[in-house]
């Protein structure tokens, strides 16, 4: 069993940074893939980012690239989402996601082993 917690999320003017951590608990982090999400009001939980559980591959949604970074520390069990030059369209609930098979790799919410409460990220304009 795995329990995931996200903080950082908060308010911040448009063009403003945040940075998102995410805690596990339980065995076998670096077993896991892990990814962020995203869901705005009204609209479908969306893919954000993903880092593989060697670390060395991370992948984004193309309305972030460039702007978010994500990274993981299996030392501490930990992963991590920086948000730069944040939009009023990033608005949302972000969630952590983490995963031993391939609903990361496939961008997908079916068959995800574990998500975290979420934490709201607020951009104004």
């Known amino acids: 069993q795995v329990q995931l917690v996200e903080s950082g999320g908060g308010l911040v003017q448009a063009g403003g940074s945040l940075r998102l951590s995410c805690a596990a608990s339980?065995?076998?982090?670096?077993?896991?893939?892990m990814g962020w999400f995203r869901q705005a009001p009204g609209k479908e939980r969306e893919f954000v980012a993903s880092?593989?559980?060697?670390?060395?591959?991370?992948y984004y949604a193309d309305s972030v690239k460039g702007r978010f970074t994500i990274s993981r520390d299996n030392a501490k069990n930990s992963a991590y989402l920086q948000m730069n030059s944040l939009q009023p369209e990033d608005t949302a609930v972000y969630y952590c996601?983490?995963?031993?098979?391939?609903?990361?790799?496939?961008?997908?919410?079916?068959?995800?082993?574990?998500w975290g409460k979420g934490t709201q990220v607020t951009v104004s304009s």
């Open positions: 339980g065995r076998s982090f670096s077993n896991y893939d």
């Open positions: 880092v593989y559980r060697s670390g060395g591959d991370t």
């Open positions: 996601a983490a995963d031993r098979g391939v609903a990361i790799r496939l961008r997908t919410r079916v068959g995800m082993d574990y």
